[in-house]
């Protein structure tokens, strides 16, 4: 199994930093290489869900804490973690609802949409991680 992942002490002082969701897009398309993901779709869809959770966890979860990118061992899956620092579940909202300037939202049904599974799971010292795997074939 091919593994990158950011662990909290190898994270930017500046867990606030967008550079962190480029970061990891990258990250993920290198490991994509790595097991010859040459469907363009799969690499958009990881892409998109990568940058999403990232920028999800730097706008809304007060800060990235941990991010990993693996594929499974039969090369089936790529399995994402993202850990930030706030114990709010992710939102989906769908219309702009009485309030349109309240931000955010609009992702998170991506994500679902995109990924065979999606779990959160509020850490025991705080924070949250959400686990997405999206099938690769």
């Not at 593994?3 to 500046?14: F, R």
């Not at 090369?75 to 994402?80: D, E, V």
Request: proline share 7%; aromatic share 4%.
């Amino acid at each position: 199994m091919t593994e990158h992942s950011y662990s909290p002490g190898a994270l930017p002082a500046d867990r606030h930093d967008p550079q962190l969701a480029t970061d990891a897009r990258r990250t993920v398309m290198r490991l994509l290489d790595e097991v010859h993901c040459d469907t363009e779709r799969v690499r958009a869809d990881a892409g998109l869900v990568v940058a999403e959770l990232v920028s999800n966890a730097l706008r809304h979860g007060g800060g990235l804490s941990a991010f990993g990118a693996e594929v499974t061992p039969d090369g089936s899956a790529l399995r994402l973690q993202v850990h930030d620092m706030s114990e709010a579940r992710p939102v989906s909202r769908r219309t702009l609802g009485f309030d349109p300037e309240r931000p955010g939202g609009f992702g998170w049904p991506i994500v679902e949409h995109l990924a065979s599974s999606v779990e959160v799971e509020m850490l025991p010292r705080g924070g949250k991680r959400i686990v997405v795997i999206l099938a690769l074939r």
